[in-house]
Protein backbone atom coordinates (compact mmCIF):
# COMPACT_ATOMS: atom_id res chain seq x y z
CA UNK A 1 0.00 0.00 0.00
CA UNK A 2 1.09 3.60 -1.00
CA UNK A 3 0.25 7.39 -1.09
CA UNK A 4 -1.68 6.43 -3.97
CA UNK A 5 -3.65 3.83 -2.78
CA UNK A 6 -5.54 6.04 -0.25
CA UNK A 7 -7.81 8.80 -0.45
CA UNK A 8 -6.88 12.42 0.50
CA UNK A 9 -7.08 13.28 4.34
CA UNK A 10 -8.49 16.44 5.56
CA UNK A 11 -5.68 18.10 8.03
CA UNK A 12 -8.15 18.47 11.03
CA UNK A 13 -8.35 15.00 10.66
CA UNK A 14 -5.26 13.61 10.89
CA UNK A 15 -4.26 15.91 13.99
CA UNK A 16 -6.77 15.23 15.70
CA UNK A 17 -5.74 11.44 15.09
CA UNK A 18 -2.59 12.09 16.05
CA UNK A 19 -3.86 14.43 19.66
CA UNK A 20 -5.87 11.61 20.68
CA UNK A 21 -2.57 9.30 20.84
CA UNK A 22 -0.80 8.75 24.17
CA UNK A 23 2.47 10.16 24.85
CA UNK A 24 3.87 6.19 24.60
CA UNK A 25 2.20 5.68 21.25
CA UNK A 26 3.24 8.87 19.82
CA UNK A 27 6.96 8.47 19.84
CA UNK A 28 6.25 5.08 17.77
CA UNK A 29 3.91 6.76 15.21
CA UNK A 30 6.77 7.18 12.68
CA UNK A 31 7.71 3.48 12.66
CA UNK A 32 4.19 2.42 12.68
CA UNK A 33 3.87 4.52 9.17
CA UNK A 34 6.73 2.72 8.01
CA UNK A 35 5.18 -0.62 8.39
CA UNK A 36 1.64 0.58 7.03
CA UNK A 37 3.18 0.70 3.66
CA UNK A 38 2.95 -3.47 4.10
CA UNK A 39 -0.43 -3.50 4.96
CA UNK A 40 -3.58 -4.29 2.23
CA UNK A 41 -5.96 -1.35 0.94
CA UNK A 42 -8.71 -2.28 -0.77
CA UNK A 43 -11.33 0.54 -2.16
CA UNK A 44 -15.02 -0.36 -2.52
CA UNK A 45 -16.69 2.07 -4.98
CA UNK A 46 -20.67 1.08 -4.06
CA UNK A 47 -19.86 2.27 -1.12
CA UNK A 48 -17.27 4.96 -0.95
CA UNK A 49 -14.84 3.34 1.38
CA UNK A 50 -11.18 2.08 1.34
CA UNK A 51 -10.64 -0.82 3.93
CA UNK A 52 -7.23 -0.86 4.81
CA UNK A 53 -6.30 -4.53 6.41
CA UNK A 54 -4.28 -4.69 9.16
CA UNK A 55 -4.32 -8.22 9.97
CA UNK A 56 -6.69 -11.13 10.36
CA UNK A 57 -8.56 -9.03 13.44
CA UNK A 58 -7.64 -5.57 12.53
CA UNK A 59 -8.89 -3.18 10.02
CA UNK A 60 -9.40 0.38 9.29
CA UNK A 61 -12.13 2.01 7.10
CA UNK A 62 -12.03 5.45 5.67
CA UNK A 63 -15.34 7.08 4.33
CA UNK A 64 -14.51 9.32 1.55
CA UNK A 65 -17.09 11.83 1.17
CA UNK A 66 -16.77 14.62 -1.75
CA UNK A 67 -13.40 13.64 -2.40
CA UNK A 68 -11.49 12.94 0.89
CA UNK A 69 -11.63 11.56 4.05
CA UNK A 70 -13.48 15.19 5.81
CA UNK A 71 -14.39 14.05 9.66
CA UNK A 72 -13.12 12.06 12.24
CA UNK A 73 -15.77 9.36 11.77
CA UNK A 74 -14.97 8.82 8.78
CA UNK A 75 -12.14 6.84 9.80
CA UNK A 76 -13.04 3.97 12.08
CA UNK A 77 -10.58 1.14 13.50
CA UNK A 78 -11.90 -1.96 14.43
CA UNK A 79 -9.03 -2.48 17.27
CA UNK A 80 -9.81 -2.23 21.05
CA UNK A 81 -7.99 1.12 21.62
CA UNK A 82 -9.80 2.95 18.69
CA UNK A 83 -10.12 5.58 18.01
CA UNK A 84 -6.51 6.50 20.22
CA UNK A 85 -4.72 3.58 17.86
CA UNK A 86 -1.80 3.61 15.94
CA UNK A 87 -3.65 1.98 13.07
CA UNK A 88 -5.48 4.42 12.21
CA UNK A 89 -2.83 7.27 12.76
CA UNK A 90 -0.67 5.46 10.76
CA UNK A 91 -3.12 4.83 7.87
CA UNK A 92 -4.37 8.22 7.72
CA UNK A 93 -0.69 9.53 8.26
CA UNK A 94 0.71 7.70 4.84
CA UNK A 95 -2.68 8.94 3.21
CA UNK A 96 -2.20 12.28 0.88
CA UNK A 97 -3.41 15.28 2.46
CA UNK A 98 -6.73 16.64 1.17
CA UNK A 99 -5.75 20.36 0.21
CA UNK A 100 -9.00 22.40 0.17
CA UNK A 101 -10.32 23.25 -3.04
CA UNK A 102 -10.43 27.06 -3.96
CA UNK A 103 -13.66 28.31 -4.82
CA UNK A 104 -13.54 28.80 -8.73
CA UNK A 105 -16.40 30.49 -9.04
CA UNK A 106 -19.20 30.58 -11.49
CA UNK A 107 -18.24 29.79 -15.03
CA UNK A 108 -17.52 32.67 -16.99
CA UNK A 109 -19.78 33.61 -20.04
CA UNK A 110 -20.28 36.33 -22.77
CA UNK A 111 -23.57 37.44 -21.12
CA UNK A 112 -21.94 37.77 -17.34
CA UNK A 113 -20.88 41.05 -16.37
CA UNK A 114 -17.55 41.46 -15.55
CA UNK A 115 -15.58 41.18 -12.69
CA UNK A 116 -14.39 43.75 -10.58
CA UNK A 117 -10.88 44.97 -11.16
CA UNK A 118 -8.57 45.13 -8.42
CA UNK A 119 -9.64 48.36 -7.91
CA UNK A 120 -12.68 48.36 -7.47
CA UNK A 121 -13.09 45.36 -5.12
CA UNK A 122 -14.40 45.64 -1.42
CA UNK A 123 -10.95 46.70 0.90
CA UNK A 124 -9.70 44.07 3.07
CA UNK A 125 -9.78 45.53 6.47
CA UNK A 126 -7.03 47.67 7.26
CA UNK A 127 -5.91 45.34 10.57
CA UNK A 128 -6.09 41.71 11.22
CA UNK A 129 -8.97 40.41 12.57
CA UNK A 130 -8.60 38.31 15.78
CA UNK A 131 -8.89 35.25 14.16
CA UNK A 132 -6.14 36.09 11.51
CA UNK A 133 -4.14 37.09 14.36
CA UNK A 134 -4.74 33.56 15.79
CA UNK A 135 -3.82 31.80 13.12
CA UNK A 136 -0.70 33.99 12.37
CA UNK A 137 0.85 33.01 15.74
CA UNK A 138 -0.76 29.55 15.05
CA UNK A 139 1.75 29.24 11.81
CA UNK A 140 4.74 31.24 13.73
CA UNK A 141 4.42 28.62 16.67
CA UNK A 142 4.64 25.71 14.27
CA UNK A 143 7.37 26.60 12.03
CA UNK A 144 9.54 27.61 15.28
CA UNK A 145 8.54 24.33 16.58
CA UNK A 146 10.26 22.97 12.95
CA UNK A 147 13.46 25.19 13.45
CA UNK A 148 13.65 24.15 17.55
CA UNK A 149 13.57 20.27 16.23
CA UNK A 150 14.84 20.67 12.68
CA UNK A 151 14.07 18.46 9.43
CA UNK A 152 15.19 15.48 10.81
CA UNK A 153 13.34 15.29 14.02
CA UNK A 154 10.52 16.47 12.68
CA UNK A 155 7.84 13.35 12.19
CA UNK A 156 3.98 13.17 11.55
CA UNK A 157 2.89 14.78 14.24
CA UNK A 158 5.18 17.83 13.84
CA UNK A 159 3.53 17.71 10.05
CA UNK A 160 -0.12 17.14 11.25
CA UNK A 161 0.44 20.62 13.75
CA UNK A 162 1.86 22.42 10.99
CA UNK A 163 -1.35 21.30 8.58
CA UNK A 164 -3.83 22.06 11.26
CA UNK A 165 -2.12 25.98 11.36
CA UNK A 166 -2.11 26.11 7.55
CA UNK A 167 -5.73 24.57 7.68
CA UNK A 168 -6.42 27.27 10.01
CA UNK A 169 -5.11 29.92 7.90
CA UNK A 170 -6.86 29.00 4.87
CA UNK A 171 -10.32 29.25 6.63
CA UNK A 172 -9.34 32.68 8.26
CA UNK A 173 -8.99 34.40 4.80
CA UNK A 174 -4.98 34.00 5.29
CA UNK A 175 -4.82 32.47 2.05
CA UNK A 176 -0.68 33.30 0.97
CA UNK A 177 0.73 32.14 4.43
CA UNK A 178 -1.18 28.77 3.54
CA UNK A 179 0.32 28.24 0.22
CA UNK A 180 3.12 28.63 2.00
CA UNK A 181 2.58 26.61 4.42
CA UNK A 182 1.45 23.79 2.42
CA UNK A 183 4.86 23.71 1.01
CA UNK A 184 7.02 23.43 3.46
CA UNK A 185 4.32 20.48 4.79
CA UNK A 186 5.45 18.79 1.08
CA UNK A 187 9.09 19.23 2.00
CA UNK A 188 8.52 17.51 5.37
CA UNK A 189 6.79 14.97 3.76
CA UNK A 190 9.07 14.53 0.77
CA UNK A 191 12.08 14.47 3.11
CA UNK A 192 10.13 11.51 5.49
CA UNK A 193 9.74 9.48 2.12
CA UNK A 194 13.26 10.14 0.59
CA UNK A 195 11.04 12.17 -2.06
CA UNK A 196 13.08 12.73 -5.46
CA UNK A 197 12.18 16.22 -5.68
CA UNK A 198 12.93 17.16 -1.95
CA UNK A 199 15.54 19.39 -1.58
CA UNK A 200 17.33 21.02 1.91
CA UNK A 201 17.86 24.92 0.07
CA UNK A 202 14.25 25.06 -1.16
CA UNK A 203 12.92 23.75 1.90
CA UNK A 204 15.02 26.52 4.04
CA UNK A 205 13.31 29.19 1.42
CA UNK A 206 10.27 28.41 1.98
CA UNK A 207 10.29 28.12 5.63
CA UNK A 208 12.20 31.88 5.59
CA UNK A 209 9.33 32.65 3.06
CA UNK A 210 7.18 31.24 5.36
CA UNK A 211 8.12 33.34 8.68
CA UNK A 212 8.90 36.57 6.43
CA UNK A 213 5.63 36.84 5.37
CA UNK A 214 4.15 35.61 9.40
CA UNK A 215 6.38 38.85 10.39
CA UNK A 216 5.31 40.85 7.74
CA UNK A 217 2.11 40.47 8.54
CA UNK A 218 2.30 41.15 12.50
CA UNK A 219 4.09 44.43 11.77
CA UNK A 220 2.66 46.00 8.74
CA UNK A 221 0.20 48.81 9.03
CA UNK A 222 -0.70 49.53 5.47
CA UNK A 223 -3.78 48.72 4.04
CA UNK A 224 -2.73 47.58 0.80
CA UNK A 225 0.54 45.84 2.15
CA UNK A 226 -1.90 43.26 4.59
CA UNK A 227 -4.48 42.90 1.51
CA UNK A 228 -1.16 41.65 -0.06
CA UNK A 229 -0.10 39.34 2.72
CA UNK A 230 -2.95 37.75 3.11
CA UNK A 231 -3.51 36.45 -0.85
CA UNK A 232 -6.62 35.63 -2.11
CA UNK A 233 -8.29 32.24 -2.41
CA UNK A 234 -9.42 32.95 -6.56
CA UNK A 235 -7.35 34.70 -8.79
CA UNK A 236 -8.70 37.30 -10.21
CA UNK A 237 -9.07 37.33 -14.19
CA UNK A 238 -9.06 40.45 -16.32
CA UNK A 239 -11.01 40.43 -19.65
CA UNK A 240 -8.19 41.12 -22.74
CA UNK A 241 -10.06 41.01 -25.88
CA UNK A 242 -8.85 38.99 -28.48
CA UNK A 243 -5.48 37.69 -28.75
CA UNK A 244 -3.29 36.54 -31.73
CA UNK A 245 -0.80 34.16 -29.92
CA UNK A 246 2.09 31.75 -31.39
CA UNK A 247 3.93 29.68 -28.96
CA UNK A 248 7.32 29.82 -27.37
CA UNK A 249 8.02 26.63 -24.92
CA UNK A 250 6.88 24.82 -22.69
CA UNK A 251 7.74 23.88 -18.85
CA UNK A 252 7.27 21.03 -17.15
CA UNK A 253 6.02 21.32 -13.73
CA UNK A 254 6.69 18.39 -10.43
CA UNK A 255 5.64 20.10 -7.29
CA UNK A 256 6.40 18.26 -3.68
CA UNK A 257 2.45 18.83 -3.33
CA UNK A 258 1.21 16.37 -5.42
CA UNK A 259 0.49 18.48 -8.53
CA UNK A 260 2.43 17.84 -12.25
CA UNK A 261 1.69 18.65 -15.25
CA UNK A 262 3.48 21.53 -18.00
CA UNK A 263 2.85 25.57 -18.61
CA UNK A 264 3.10 26.50 -21.86
CA UNK A 265 4.33 30.34 -22.68
CA UNK A 266 2.94 32.15 -25.77
CA UNK A 267 3.20 35.43 -26.84
CA UNK A 268 1.02 38.30 -28.90
CA UNK A 269 1.69 40.26 -31.51
CA UNK A 270 3.84 42.90 -29.58
CA UNK A 271 6.15 40.23 -27.50
CA UNK A 272 4.13 40.51 -24.63
CA UNK A 273 3.90 36.99 -22.97
CA UNK A 274 1.15 34.81 -21.54
CA UNK A 275 0.91 31.42 -20.00
CA UNK A 276 -1.17 28.39 -20.71
CA UNK A 277 -1.04 25.98 -17.19
CA UNK A 278 -2.14 22.54 -17.56
CA UNK A 279 -1.02 21.50 -14.05
CA UNK A 280 -3.23 18.89 -11.92
CA UNK A 281 -2.79 16.15 -9.36
CA UNK A 282 -0.30 13.52 -10.39
CA UNK A 283 3.00 12.20 -10.19
CA UNK A 284 6.08 12.49 -13.04
CA UNK A 285 3.92 10.90 -15.30
CA UNK A 286 1.48 13.05 -15.11
CA UNK A 287 4.31 15.74 -16.84
CA UNK A 288 4.17 13.37 -20.71
CA UNK A 289 0.32 13.28 -20.30
CA UNK A 290 -0.33 16.98 -19.83
CA UNK A 291 2.11 17.87 -22.88
CA UNK A 292 0.28 15.57 -25.18
CA UNK A 293 -3.08 16.36 -23.99
CA UNK A 294 -5.47 19.31 -24.95
CA UNK A 295 -4.26 22.93 -23.95
CA UNK A 296 -8.15 23.36 -22.95
CA UNK A 297 -7.93 26.82 -24.31
CA UNK A 298 -11.66 28.28 -25.54
CA UNK A 299 -12.40 24.45 -27.23
CA UNK A 300 -8.48 24.96 -29.09
CA UNK A 301 -8.33 21.55 -30.98
CA UNK A 302 -4.09 21.09 -30.25
CA UNK A 303 -2.13 19.84 -27.46
CA UNK A 304 0.31 21.67 -25.89
CA UNK A 305 2.91 20.10 -27.85
CA UNK A 306 1.49 21.34 -30.89
CA UNK A 307 0.54 24.74 -29.44
CA UNK A 308 4.30 25.50 -28.88
CA UNK A 309 5.00 25.52 -32.47
CA UNK A 310 2.14 26.41 -33.47
CA UNK A 311 -0.74 29.50 -32.40
CA UNK A 312 -4.11 30.72 -31.49
CA UNK A 313 -6.69 33.42 -32.24
CA UNK A 314 -8.18 33.72 -28.90
CA UNK A 315 -11.66 35.76 -28.40
CA UNK A 316 -12.88 36.84 -24.68
CA UNK A 317 -9.56 36.19 -23.89
CA UNK A 318 -8.75 36.50 -19.50
CA UNK A 319 -6.04 36.75 -17.69
CA UNK A 320 -4.36 36.94 -14.19
CA UNK A 321 -1.99 40.09 -13.27
CA UNK A 322 0.69 37.57 -13.77
CA UNK A 323 -0.26 36.27 -17.33
CA UNK A 324 -1.43 33.25 -17.05
CA UNK A 325 -4.62 32.90 -19.36
CA UNK A 326 -8.28 31.77 -18.19
CA UNK A 327 -10.28 28.33 -19.28
CA UNK A 328 -13.40 30.13 -18.86
CA UNK A 329 -16.74 29.39 -20.81
CA UNK A 330 -16.20 32.47 -22.29
CA UNK A 331 -13.46 31.77 -23.78
CA UNK A 332 -12.83 30.84 -28.04
CA UNK A 333 -10.24 30.08 -29.52
CA UNK A 334 -8.62 28.38 -33.21
CA UNK A 335 -5.76 27.15 -34.34
CA UNK A 336 -3.32 29.39 -36.11
CA UNK A 337 0.47 28.85 -37.42
CA UNK A 338 3.29 29.74 -35.19
CA UNK A 339 6.36 31.53 -35.69
CA UNK A 340 9.76 31.00 -35.78
CA UNK A 341 12.52 32.46 -32.45
CA UNK A 342 14.71 34.33 -34.92
CA UNK A 343 12.08 36.20 -36.23
CA UNK A 344 8.35 37.77 -35.55
CA UNK A 345 7.22 38.45 -32.02
CA UNK A 346 9.22 36.10 -30.28
CA UNK A 347 12.05 37.53 -31.66
CA UNK A 348 11.69 40.96 -29.65
CA UNK A 349 12.20 38.87 -26.67
CA UNK A 350 15.67 38.66 -27.47
CA UNK A 351 16.45 41.70 -28.48
CA UNK A 352 16.78 43.65 -24.82
CA UNK A 353 20.21 43.69 -24.11
CA UNK A 354 21.79 40.96 -21.92
CA UNK A 355 22.56 42.98 -19.16
CA UNK A 356 19.29 44.56 -19.25
CA UNK A 357 17.92 41.20 -18.86
CA UNK A 358 20.22 39.78 -16.13
CA UNK A 359 19.70 43.00 -13.80
CA UNK A 360 15.80 42.57 -14.07
CA UNK A 361 16.47 38.58 -13.09
CA UNK A 362 18.85 39.05 -10.59
CA UNK A 363 16.95 41.94 -8.57
CA UNK A 364 13.48 40.14 -9.04
CA UNK A 365 11.74 42.76 -10.75
CA UNK A 366 9.22 40.05 -12.39
CA UNK A 367 5.64 40.49 -12.53
CA UNK A 368 4.58 38.72 -15.21
CA UNK A 369 5.42 35.15 -16.85
CA UNK A 370 8.56 35.47 -18.84
CA UNK A 371 9.93 38.35 -16.38
CA UNK A 372 12.39 35.76 -14.70
CA UNK A 373 13.55 35.00 -17.91
CA UNK A 374 16.63 34.91 -19.85
CA UNK A 375 16.18 35.54 -23.47
CA UNK A 376 19.43 35.09 -25.23
CA UNK A 377 21.70 33.68 -27.92
CA UNK A 378 24.83 31.53 -27.39
CA UNK A 379 27.33 29.96 -28.55
CA UNK A 380 27.83 26.31 -27.73
CA UNK A 381 31.93 25.86 -26.68
CA UNK A 382 33.60 22.71 -26.48
CA UNK A 383 33.37 20.22 -23.88
CA UNK A 384 36.36 20.61 -22.49
CA UNK A 385 35.65 24.39 -22.06
CA UNK A 386 33.88 23.72 -18.78
CA UNK A 387 37.46 22.85 -17.23
CA UNK A 388 38.87 26.08 -17.78
CA UNK A 389 36.90 27.73 -14.69
CA UNK A 390 36.07 26.73 -11.26
CA UNK A 391 32.42 25.63 -10.55
CA UNK A 392 31.59 23.94 -12.68
CA UNK A 393 30.35 20.35 -13.17
CA UNK A 394 30.28 16.85 -15.02
CA UNK A 395 27.29 17.10 -17.68
CA UNK A 396 27.70 20.98 -17.80
CA UNK A 397 27.72 22.24 -21.47
CA UNK A 398 30.01 25.28 -21.90
CA UNK A 399 28.62 28.48 -23.74
CA UNK A 400 29.18 32.03 -24.73
CA UNK A 401 26.82 34.30 -23.83
CA UNK A 402 27.77 37.94 -25.79
CA UNK A 403 31.38 38.51 -23.94
CA UNK A 404 30.23 36.28 -20.92
CA UNK A 405 31.47 32.69 -20.15
CA UNK A 406 28.30 30.64 -18.87
CA UNK A 407 27.87 26.89 -18.39
CA UNK A 408 24.23 25.47 -19.38
CA UNK A 409 23.15 22.93 -16.42
CA UNK A 410 20.03 20.69 -16.18
CA UNK A 411 16.92 22.55 -14.40
CA UNK A 412 16.32 19.60 -12.70
CA UNK A 413 17.72 16.01 -11.53
CA UNK A 414 14.23 14.26 -12.07
CA UNK A 415 14.51 10.97 -13.91
CA UNK A 416 11.57 11.37 -15.50
CA UNK A 417 12.73 14.48 -17.31
CA UNK A 418 14.91 15.13 -20.03
CA UNK A 419 17.36 17.54 -18.87
CA UNK A 420 20.24 15.84 -18.64
CA UNK A 421 19.97 13.82 -21.69
CA UNK A 422 19.19 16.50 -23.99
CA UNK A 423 22.10 18.79 -22.09
CA UNK A 424 24.73 15.63 -22.96
CA UNK A 425 23.88 15.43 -26.77
CA UNK A 426 24.24 19.23 -27.18
CA UNK A 427 27.51 19.20 -25.99
CA UNK A 428 28.12 17.06 -29.03
CA UNK A 429 27.19 20.50 -31.31
CA UNK A 430 30.64 22.31 -30.89
CA UNK A 431 29.90 26.08 -32.46
CA UNK A 432 26.39 25.52 -32.76
CA UNK A 433 24.51 29.35 -32.04
CA UNK A 434 21.18 28.64 -30.53
CA UNK A 435 18.63 30.49 -29.33
CA UNK A 436 18.25 29.96 -25.34
CA UNK A 437 15.03 30.60 -22.90
CA UNK A 438 17.00 30.13 -19.15
CA UNK A 439 16.79 30.49 -16.29
CA UNK A 440 19.27 31.56 -13.74
CA UNK A 441 21.15 30.32 -10.80
CA UNK A 442 21.35 33.33 -8.87
CA UNK A 443 24.13 31.66 -5.89
CA UNK A 444 26.02 30.39 -9.28
CA UNK A 445 27.23 33.06 -10.94
CA UNK A 446 28.07 32.01 -14.83
CA UNK A 447 25.61 29.29 -14.59
CA UNK A 448 22.06 29.20 -16.45
CA UNK A 449 18.98 26.97 -16.13
CA UNK A 450 17.49 26.44 -19.77
CA UNK A 451 14.21 25.24 -20.36
CA UNK A 452 14.31 25.43 -24.32
CA UNK A 453 16.79 26.48 -26.90
CA UNK A 454 16.40 26.87 -30.98
CA UNK A 455 19.37 26.17 -33.16
CA UNK A 456 20.50 28.88 -36.04
CA UNK A 457 18.70 27.93 -39.29
CA UNK A 458 21.42 29.28 -40.95
CA UNK A 459 23.72 26.50 -39.20
CA UNK A 460 23.71 22.64 -40.31
CA UNK A 461 24.99 21.25 -37.26
CA UNK A 462 21.97 20.65 -35.12
CA UNK A 463 18.99 19.10 -37.00
CA UNK A 464 15.89 18.88 -35.62
CA UNK A 465 12.82 16.77 -37.04
CA UNK A 466 10.34 19.31 -39.42
CA UNK A 467 7.78 19.07 -36.71
CA UNK A 468 9.20 20.28 -34.00
CA UNK A 469 9.46 23.94 -36.09
CA UNK A 470 13.26 24.65 -34.97
CA UNK A 471 12.46 24.56 -31.49
CA UNK A 472 13.27 22.22 -28.53
CA UNK A 473 11.48 21.83 -25.10
CA UNK A 474 14.16 20.42 -23.02
CA UNK A 475 12.68 19.40 -20.10
CA UNK A 476 10.32 17.36 -22.29
CA UNK A 477 11.34 17.00 -25.80
CA UNK A 478 14.26 14.40 -26.68
CA UNK A 479 17.07 14.93 -28.79
CA UNK A 480 19.05 12.09 -29.95
CA UNK A 481 22.68 12.02 -30.80
CA UNK A 482 22.10 11.48 -34.60
CA UNK A 483 20.81 15.00 -34.89
CA UNK A 484 24.32 15.94 -34.70
CA UNK A 485 25.65 16.46 -37.61
CA UNK A 486 29.21 18.23 -36.76
CA UNK A 487 31.02 19.67 -40.24
CA UNK A 488 32.37 22.55 -41.70
CA UNK A 489 29.98 24.81 -39.64
CA UNK A 490 32.16 24.08 -36.47
CA UNK A 491 34.96 26.57 -35.99
CA UNK A 492 38.36 25.48 -34.29
CA UNK A 493 37.45 25.13 -30.33
CA UNK A 494 40.98 27.02 -29.24
CA UNK A 495 39.99 30.17 -31.25
CA UNK A 496 36.03 30.46 -29.65
CA UNK A 497 36.44 30.53 -26.14
CA UNK A 498 36.14 33.64 -24.52
CA UNK A 499 37.42 35.42 -21.34
CA UNK A 500 36.07 34.37 -18.02
CA UNK A 501 35.31 37.11 -16.69
CA UNK A 502 36.35 38.23 -13.07
CA UNK A 503 33.88 37.33 -10.68
CA UNK A 504 34.95 40.17 -7.50
CA UNK A 505 32.82 38.30 -5.47
CA UNK A 506 34.61 35.18 -5.71
CA UNK A 507 36.74 35.67 -2.59
CA UNK A 508 33.38 36.23 -0.12
CA UNK A 509 32.54 33.67 2.21
CA UNK A 510 28.76 33.61 1.82
CA UNK A 511 28.34 30.01 1.77
CA UNK A 512 29.26 30.01 5.50
CA UNK A 513 26.60 31.61 6.44
CA UNK A 514 23.89 29.90 3.67
CA UNK A 515 25.52 26.84 5.09
CA UNK A 516 25.07 27.59 8.80
CA UNK A 517 21.06 28.47 7.78
CA UNK A 518 20.31 25.53 5.82
CA UNK A 519 22.09 23.65 8.67
CA UNK A 520 20.42 24.68 11.07
CA UNK A 521 17.13 24.24 9.17
CA UNK A 522 18.04 20.47 9.18
CA UNK A 523 19.47 19.65 12.03
CA UNK A 524 17.59 22.38 14.96
CA UNK A 525 19.00 24.56 17.55
CA UNK A 526 21.61 21.71 18.24
CA UNK A 527 22.92 22.23 14.95
CA UNK A 528 23.53 25.97 15.52
CA UNK A 529 25.22 25.43 18.82
CA UNK A 530 28.48 23.58 17.00
CA UNK A 531 31.21 25.51 18.00
CA UNK A 532 32.15 25.71 14.03
CA UNK A 533 29.66 27.97 13.70
CA UNK A 534 32.05 30.87 15.52
CA UNK A 535 34.95 29.51 13.22
CA UNK A 536 32.32 30.44 10.23
CA UNK A 537 31.42 33.64 11.65
CA UNK A 538 35.30 34.52 12.18
CA UNK A 539 35.77 33.76 8.34
CA UNK A 540 33.23 36.45 7.65
CA UNK A 541 34.52 39.16 9.63
CA UNK A 542 38.40 38.19 8.60
CA UNK A 543 37.11 39.02 5.00
CA UNK A 544 34.93 42.14 5.52
CA UNK A 545 31.51 40.88 5.82
CA UNK A 546 30.66 41.64 9.96
CA UNK A 547 27.24 42.31 9.30
CA UNK A 548 27.06 38.47 8.13
CA UNK A 549 29.37 37.73 11.01
CA UNK A 550 27.52 39.37 13.50
CA UNK A 551 23.91 37.38 12.67
CA UNK A 552 25.49 34.55 12.51
CA UNK A 553 27.01 35.19 15.90
CA UNK A 554 23.75 36.07 17.02
CA UNK A 555 22.12 32.92 16.10
CA UNK A 556 24.73 30.53 17.80
CA UNK A 557 23.96 32.05 20.91
CA UNK A 558 20.08 32.48 21.21
CA UNK A 559 20.52 28.48 19.89
CA UNK A 560 22.58 28.22 23.29
CA UNK A 561 20.29 30.17 25.57
CA UNK A 562 19.08 27.59 28.51
CA UNK A 563 15.36 26.11 27.83
CA UNK A 564 14.69 26.57 31.36
CA UNK A 565 15.35 29.01 34.63
CA UNK A 566 17.17 28.48 37.11
CA UNK A 567 13.92 26.71 38.75
CA UNK A 568 14.03 24.20 36.33
CA UNK A 569 10.78 25.59 34.77
CA UNK A 570 10.27 25.78 30.98
CA UNK A 571 11.41 28.96 28.96
CA UNK A 572 9.20 28.23 25.94
CA UNK A 573 10.27 32.43 24.55
CA UNK A 574 13.65 30.89 23.80
CA UNK A 575 12.18 28.90 21.01
CA UNK A 576 10.92 32.39 19.26
CA UNK A 577 13.74 34.19 20.10
CA UNK A 578 15.66 31.58 18.30
CA UNK A 579 13.41 31.35 15.40
CA UNK A 580 13.26 35.13 15.26
CA UNK A 581 17.61 34.85 14.98
CA UNK A 582 17.33 32.26 12.32
CA UNK A 583 15.09 34.26 10.13
CA UNK A 584 16.86 37.06 10.37
CA UNK A 585 20.41 35.42 9.34
CA UNK A 586 18.09 34.03 6.34
CA UNK A 587 16.82 37.48 4.96
CA UNK A 588 20.34 38.90 5.48
CA UNK A 589 21.91 35.78 3.35
CA UNK A 590 19.50 36.40 0.58
CA UNK A 591 19.72 39.78 -0.05
CA UNK A 592 23.70 39.80 0.26
CA UNK A 593 24.05 36.82 -2.08
CA UNK A 594 21.51 38.93 -4.74
CA UNK A 595 23.84 42.01 -4.43
CA UNK A 596 26.56 39.76 -4.97
CA UNK A 597 25.01 37.77 -7.87
CA UNK A 598 23.70 41.31 -9.69
CA UNK A 599 27.76 41.97 -9.22
CA UNK A 600 29.29 38.73 -10.25
CA UNK A 601 27.07 38.98 -13.88
CA UNK A 602 28.50 42.09 -14.41
CA UNK A 603 25.31 44.39 -14.38
CA UNK A 604 26.61 46.72 -11.27
CA UNK A 605 30.29 47.87 -10.33
CA UNK A 606 30.96 47.57 -7.06
Same mark, same amino acid.
Given at each position: ????????????????????????????????????????????????????????????????????????????????????????????????????????????????????????????????????????????????????? %? @?? &? +?? /??????? $??? !????? =? *???????????????????????????????????????????????????????????????????????????????????????????????????????????????????????????? %? @?? &? +?? /??????? $??? !????? =? *?????????????????????????????????????????????????????????????????????????????????????????????????????????????????????????????????????????????????????????????????????????????????????????????????????????????????????????????????????????????????????????????????????????????????????????????????
Amino acid at each position: MNEQDLPPVAAPVLADAIDALSPRLRKRLDAMVGKAAAWEATADQATNTVTVTVDEDTRVVLTVRDGAVRAADDAVCSCLLAPACLHRAAVLGLAPVSEAPEDPGPPESPEAPESPSAEEAPDEPAALSPDQQAAVEALRAAAAELLDT %G @LV &G +AG /LATEATL $RRA !VHTAR =A *AGLHLPAAIGNRVAAQLRGYRGRAQDHSLPAYADELRALMATLHALSTSTDPATLQALRGTARRHHEKQGGLRLVGVFSEPVIAGSGMAGVVTCVVDTDGGAWSVPAVTPGGPAQVQNAYDGPV %G @LG &G +AA /LSHRELV $RDG !VIVSG =A *AASADGSLSHGAGVRAVRASGASWWDGPINARFAEPIGEQLERVLTGLAPRIGDDLLFVTATILGADAAATGPGTKPGDVPVRLGDRFAVLRGASDHKALAYADNLRILSQATGLRIRLIARLDPERPGVVLPIAVSPDPTQSILRLPEAWQGRVCLGVDRLHSSMITPGDDTPDRAAQLPPRPTDATAAIPLHHLRTAIERTAAGGRRAARLASVHDDARRLAAAGMPHAAAVLTHLATTAAAPDRDAYGRAVPETVGVFAQAWLGAALFASAAAAHLAVTAWGCREE
